[in-house]
């Protein structure tokens, strides 16, 4: 059972890949397209989630999306078409830290996608390469809320607290202009439904030859959580301005 197909099942309950319920992901959208005639492109779309909602009662935006998972791409392409707004969104199967594009955006989304530029400051990094002037940035990653174990920083990464990710983010040269850090209620309702909708599935489906590792998958997701770094991980999004330039 590959990663894809594992990702995609366990995001049924939670389109959105990241600890974010449906008002704070509204709120972000709206203070990073303050004019509605932008054009948007998402670094590690996946299933296109943060750009049908940039596009959804926005009838001037116009998106871009970058992803390697052929089946997610496909469900955008889909659900693009379901609501009517495909001939506004394109889409592009490629590694995202090589995508390149002969026009700016407005906006460039990555949210739970860091890793794919190996961290938050080599994603703004690559970010600041496509936008335009007076763009802005919408950036999403982990942070520790407490110190972590060093099972924790193995698992998810070498994360930073609140404070000093902002250090970071602003010495690099940006500026935030809203931001928003998860609640207990956030993360730990992604953590259930992520598990949930996995475990259901497998339930569902005994006869079906993935069925047990898709449990195990769902099982060892849990206990992960719950043992290694529910009490030490949070996740703070961020929409960022250049300082200057």
């Given at each position: 059972?590959?990663?894809?197909?594992?990702?995609?099942?366990a995001h049924a309950g939670h389109p959105?890949?990241?600890?974010?319920?449906?008002?704070?992901?509204?709120?972000?959208?709206?203070?990073?397209?303050?004019?509605?005639?932008?054009?948007?492109?998402?670094?590690?779309?996946?299933?296109?989630?943060?750009?049908?909602?940039?596009?959804?009662?926005?009838?001037?935006?116009?998106?871009?999306?970058?992803?390697?998972?052929?089946?997610?791409l496909l469900h955008a392409r889909e659900?693009?078409?379901?609501q009517g707004v495909e001939d506004r969104?394109?889409?592009?199967?490629?590694?995202?830290?090589?995508?390149?594009?002969?026009?700016?955006?407005?906006?460039?989304?990555?949210?739970?996608?860091?890793?794919?530029?190996?961290?938050?400051?080599?994603?703004?990094?690559?970010?600041?390469?496509?936008?335009?002037?007076?763009?802005?940035?919408?950036?999403?990653?982990?942070?520790?809320?407490?110190?972590?174990?060093?099972?924790?920083?193995?698992?998810?990464?070498?994360?930073?607290?609140?404070?000093?990710?902002?250090?970071?983010?602003?010495?690099?040269?940006?500026?935030?202009?809203?931001?928003?850090?998860?609640?207990?209620?956030?993360?730990?309702?992604?953590?259930?439904?992520?598990?949930?909708?996995?475990?259901?599935?497998?339930?569902?489906?005994?006869?079906?030859?993935?069925?047990?590792?898709?449990?195990?998958?769902?099982?060892?997701?849990?206990?992960?959580?719950?043992?290694?770094?529910?009490?030490?991980?949070?996740?703070?999004?961020?929409?960022?301005?250049?300082?200057?330039?």
């Amino acid at each position: 059972m590959n990663r894809e197909l594992i990702s995609r099942i366990a995001h049924a309950g939670h389109p959105i890949a990241a600890p974010l319920d449906d008002d704070a992901v509204r709120d972000l959208l709206d203070h990073s397209l303050p004019r509605g005639d932008e054009r948007v492109l998402d670094l590690g779309c996946g299933g296109g989630e943060w750009l049908l909602r940039a596009l959804a009662g926005r009838p001037q935006v116009r998106a871009e999306g970058v992803d390697l998972a052929e089946s997610a791409l496909l469900h955008a392409r889909e659900a693009a078409q379901g609501q009517g707004v495909e001939d506004r969104l394109m889409l592009h199967r490629q590694d995202a830290a090589d995508f390149t594009s002969p026009h700016a955006f407005d906006l460039v989304i990555s949210v739970g996608a860091t890793h794919a530029f190996g961290g938050l400051l080599p994603t703004l990094a690559a970010a600041r390469k496509h936008l335009a002037p007076g763009g802005r940035v919408l950036v999403g990653d982990g942070i520790w809320e407490r110190e972590p174990s060093e099972e924790a920083v193995e698992m998810l990464g070498d994360f930073a607290d609140l404070a000093t990710t902002m250090d970071r983010v602003t010495t690099e040269g940006w500026t935030p202009v809203h931001g928003h850090v998860s609640t207990r209620r956030e993360l730990d309702d992604y953590e259930w439904s992520w598990t949930g909708s996995l475990a259901s599935w497998a339930l569902d489906r005994p006869a079906d030859p993935d069925s047990a590792e898709a449990l195990r998958a769902a099982t060892t997701h849990r206990e992960e959580w719950l043992r290694v770094y529910r009490d030490t991980m949070g996740f703070v999004s961020l929409v960022l301005r250049p300082t200057s330039g």
